[in-house]
């Protein structure tokens, strides 16, 4: 399961652009006074910076600027500044693949945390170390990590990280093979994003129950997941998990032998795909109708066949004209 999420780049740029300006303001007092609270505005300056640029994708921007923070916070004995300078330098290693590298930055970042009491950073350091070792496919180590965090977050009441420790785990049992308990860890967060008024997370877990059951060969009940999961992300107006939603139906329709309904599904998934310029996922999509299409033709008379086309072509001609 995957979120994408988007930001304005906009905003980005123009937070970019202001905060160079401080930074450089930051340096000419510090080179005209010197001392602990200069090297503070600096220390600002970095951390924003260096997350516009890893919200731009420029991660090897930010690992400078994160450098640059973290030894100012070394310099003047600001652990939480290291501790977070830690964490920025560790997800953009993770972002760019090299993960080896991000484990050694979270691992410093995780002894600092346990040193200062910093217990919900903690939590999320240990989340960040499982989701590093799940890229890596080691996924009993993750399974360690996201349960520690798991732990944590339920001593100090942190509903949040519950909610993505408890959607980690069943994850990583589903990507295990390990549909029962992963079954029962998304049914938790499903219990509990219902308890917060999560809706996000609420549409997320039942996505995942529906890819568990869907796993199992239990179509029917993934449909019904998925169908939920879908009116969520509607009222949402989540465009891109009402995108995944609709292509998830159409799989699972496809299974239960209801062929027109899933290639509405595929069709509605396409049009959103589109819509947000997602040509990989558009790609999905026509290859699941180009394979849809093939069995159709066996079980569908000429007649219906020849309609069931001729709309599917109207639809993607108007498709190409957007």
Not at 11 to 24: A, D, K, T, V, Y
Request: glycine share 10%; proline share 1%; with cysteine.
């Amino acid at each position: 399961m995957t979120e994408v999420i988007r930001s304005g780049s906009l905003n980005n740029i123009e937070s970019i652009e202001f905060e160079e300006r401080c930074l450089e303001k930051a340096r000419e007092i510090d080179d005209t006074y010197g001392g602990q609270s200069q090297h503070n505005g600096e220390v600002i300056s970095f951390g924003i910076l260096g997350n516009a640029y890893q919200s731009q994708g420029e991660y090897h921007l930010a690992i400078e600027l994160y450098q640059q923070w973290l030894d100012i916070a070394r310099e003047i004995g600001d652990r939480t500044g290291e501790a977070k300078a830690l964490s920025g330098l560790g997800n953009a290693y993770q972002s760019l693949g090299k993960y080896q590298r991000a484990i050694e930055f979270y691992q410093q970042w995780l002894s600092i945390t346990r040193k200062i009491g910093d217990r919900t950073g903690e939590g999320i350091c240990l989340g960040s170390l499982g989701n590093t070792y799940e890229y890596l496919g080691k996924y009993e180590q993750a399974i360690e990590f996201y349960q520690q965090w798991l732990t944590i977050a339920k001593n100090i009441g942190d509903r949040t990280g519950e909610c993505l420790s408890l959607g980690s785990l069943g994850n990583t049992y589903e990507s295990l093979g390990h549909y029962q308990p992963a079954i029962e860890f998304y049914q938790q967060w499903l219990e509990l994003a219902k308890c917060i008024s999560d809706g996000n997370g609420e549409a997320m877990a039942l996505s995942g129950l529906g890819s568990a059951y869907k796993a199992l060969g239990q179509y029917q009940r993934a449909f019904e997941l998925y169908q939920y999961s879908l009116e969520i992300r509607k009222d949402l107006d989540d465009q891109n998990g009402e995108a995944n939603a609709w292509f998830n139906l159409g799989l699972v329709l496809e299974k239960i032998n209801r062929e027109p309904e899933a290639m509405h599904a595929f069709c509605n998934a396409r049009e959103l795909y589109h819509t947000m310029g997602l040509d990989a996922s558009m790609q999905d999509c026509n290859h699941a109708i180009e394979l849809l299409s093939q069995n159709f033709v066996g079980a569908t008379s000429v007649f219906w066949f020849g309609r069931w086309l001729n709309n599917l072509s109207q639809f993607i001609k108007a498709g190409y004209k957007q």
